[in-house]
């Protein structure tokens, strides 16, 4: 399968400019503290059918995980907020604790990525945590750091937002082999036929890359897929040590796009997991790291993710332009209205509130013409 022409790449590179907006954006849901290591995000929004907006994310307080717990409290809360003015304002729903999520004698130490699944049958909260309790590999056991665990993905069921507090927690993905180790970050995507396809992030023993894997639960079924870890592998140049997919948003069938499906795979990125030495003369751009990263997408054609095409090839996208450029875990939601972008993006005092950008169907269409 071939890529797009040239026109058709450079509009869904306006379109996806035009969606996660840095001037444009507001702020939607603010950090504890407007300081560095201070946000809240890596999460998703839904709308039910009475038209309530919700949105998932965790609320992050400085902490260093190369050295543990001790040095901070970092993923500290897993909070569902709702609005019923299209987004205006927020108010918290459902909040977790870190304990709340311990699995049996697996208890959490941070609260990491999530993603709300609406469902004929109510609702499900997939959920990433870093858990003591779980062993490294035996041969690579020396390399589990005190203080620090190893991430994975539960998932809990509930017929409304509100029951999820109750719900029982079952992990559904984890890793014991040493290059995916550690699973977290997922967010979902319904395609064409109605599976869902779970999307998350993956690190090896060593913490030295973050990647993209997915599963796909067949419509109808209970089971995730095994996980295909090679789809969209990390880039050559801006995105060379993280490639970790945010979400997937189906192009609106209109204008020059009404006749062929077309996805866009929106992804984190950096050059490193460590801020780089840059030299004193050099150009000063971000880069992009481990908890800082920039943003970039790609799409592929006809629901094929098996031939995945990236926009950012050379450059990031997405940058925000404060505080460290930071502007990663973008998500959209698809309405009758137009298209609502959340992200993470970095302020002036190095913070990471939850901003979000509304772009309506109208300008949609003309973007897509």
Known sequence: MSRLHHDLEAKLTSFA???????????AIPPQQNSTGFWFGGGNMVEDAAGHFYLVGRYRNFGDSRTGLGAGERGLELAIFRSEDRGASWQKQVSFSKPDLNVGDRSVLSIE???????????????STEKA????????????????????IERLQASSIDELKEAPIETVLESNDPTVLHVKDPAVYTDANGDLVLLYCTHPYCWSSSNTAYARRKRGSDKLSESNFDFFPRGFAWDIAITRGTSILDVPKVGAFADRQVSLLFYDGGEALRNLDEH?????RARGYSCEEI????????????????LSQNKPLFISPFGTGCSRYVDVLVTKDGLYATWQQSQDDLSQPLVLNFVGKDEVATLLN
């Open 17 to 27: 400019l035009k969606l996660v907006d840095q001037q444009k954006a507001r702020v």
């Open 113 to 127: 990525g999530s993603a709300l699944y609406l469902t004929d049958q109510g609702v499900e909260l997939f959920v």
């Open 133 to 152: 309790g779980i062993e490294y590999p035996p041969e690579f056991r020396s390399f589990l750091k005190p203080g620090t665990g190893v991430w994975t």
């Open 280 to 284: 004193e003369r050099a150009v000063k």
């Open 295 to 310: 943003g970039g997408v790609a799409y592929f054609l006809d629901g094929d993710m098996s031939h995945v095409y990236r």
